[in-house]
């Protein structure tokens, strides 16, 4: 089985995802250049998922222990190149607000992004916005979606943020990706754990068709 040029990616908040499969081919605009078998097989999906599932939770560890910018890798059988997340951090500057509001809140943003980026059927569904902390509490969080991929009649079910505790807040959302023509369906799905103490966590990224 040949694989054409396909690449799952995510970006997480501050934190940056990017899980890359690189086979043969390139992308193309044109559909007189692609095929179905431009499509991510079954196989392919459940194949990056696992993998994906066992990155996400050593990269919280990582997260958790404090470390910002790293890169974690993971050889997966049945694709040609590694799976990689990358991860960077930043906060929001509030130049804005007097020194000792600024010590007072504090405000960070997340993005999380995930998709797959192939042979003219690409798609990709972005989660992002910014949280707000005080003294281990959340004060405010904002959410925004984007979906893309010219192929697809896209919608997304993004709910008002669940607010689990005064701590802890999840920001969940689900894309829908039909290529009619096709008949093929993907779904992405995208959870965001935000922190009262500034951190934030992946507790989900995958997809599905």
């Given at each position: 089985m040949k694989d054409k040029f396909k690449q799952l990616f995510m970006f997480i908040g501050i934190i940056s995802l990017v899980i890359s499969t690189i086979g043969l081919g390139k992308n193309s605009a044109s559909a007189e250049n692609i095929d179905e078998g431009?499509?991510?097989?079954?196989?392919?999906?459940?194949?990056?998922?696992?993998?994906?599932?066992?990155?996400?939770?050593?990269?919280?560890?990582?997260?958790?222990?404090?470390?910002?910018?790293?890169?974690?890798?993971?050889?997966?059988?049945?694709?040609?190149?590694?799976?990689?997340?990358?991860?960077?951090?930043?906060?929001?500057?509030?130049?804005?607000?007097?020194?000792?509001?600024?010590?007072?809140?504090?405000?960070?943003k997340y993005q999380a992004k995930v998709g797959y980026a192939g042979s003219g059927f690409d798609f990709g569904h972005k989660l992002y916005g910014q949280f707000t902390y005080s003294g281990g509490k959340l004060k405010g969080a904002t959410k925004n979606v984007e979906l893309s991929g010219w192929a697809?009649?896209?919608?997304?079910?993004?709910?008002?943020?669940?607010?689990?505790?005064?701590?802890?807040?999840?920001?969940?959302?689900?894309?829908?990706?039909?290529?009619?023509?096709?008949?093929?369906?993907?779904?992405?799905?995208?959870?965001?754990?935000?922190?009262?103490?500034?951190?934030?966590?992946i507790t989900k990224a995958k997809v599905t068709n």
């Open positions: 431009s499509f991510l097989t079954d196989e392919q999906i459940q194949t990056m998922n696992e993998a994906l599932e066992v990155m996400i939770q050593e990269a919280n560890k990582k997260l958790a222990q404090g470390d910002e910018d790293f890169v974690i890798s993971r050889e997966v059988e049945g694709l040609d190149a590694p799976v990689t997340l990358e991860f960077a951090t930043d906060s929001v500057m509030e130049t804005a607000k007097p020194r000792a509001a600024r010590a007072a809140s504090s405000t960070k697809y009649e896209k919608s997304h079910d993004t709910p008002p943020i669940d607010k689990l505790d005064p701590s802890v807040w999840e920001v969940k959302s689900t894309g829908t990706f039909k290529a009619l023509k096709y008949l093929k369906e993907y779904k992405t799905y995208l959870v965001v754990r935000l922190l009262g103490s500034g951190d934030y966590r």
